[in-house]
């Protein structure tokens, strides 16, 4: 099960990893199915969260924004803002050993 973002997940390559782009399972019971996937097929599951501030995601999608050619899905402020507002932070209980990066 691979889901990667475009220019992501090069260090995780050769690793026999197969990340799960948090942003497609903003909630538990998202992580909960993905984790069973995962699970159902033999692979050990960890979860890595990165949570910098608000205002800090909105000037990082603007700067990505300014450089990306028209044809590309832009990541608007106001995506940014919904998604900080179904995400259901992670936590100890899923089951899932987390990393939690501030």
Avoid: C
């Avoid at 197969?18 to 993905?34: F, I, L, Q, S």
């Avoid at 507002?85 to 089951?95: H, K, N, R, S």
């Amino acid at each position: 099960m691979t889901t990667l973002s475009k220019g992501s997940g090069s260090a995780l390559a050769n690793s026999n990893t197969d990340p799960v782009n948090v942003e497609r399972t903003p909630r538990r019971e998202r992580r909960a199915e993905a984790q069973g996937r995962a699970r159902a097929r033999g692979r050990d599951v960890q979860l890595h969260w990165l949570n910098p501030p608000l205002d800090v995601v909105i000037a990082r999608a603007r700067t990505r924004i300014a450089r990306l050619p028209a044809t590309v899905h832009r990541l608007i402020e106001d995506d940014v803002r919904h998604f900080a507002t179904i995400f259901e932070p992670p936590t100890a209980d899923e089951g899932i050993p987390l990393t939690r990066y501030a």
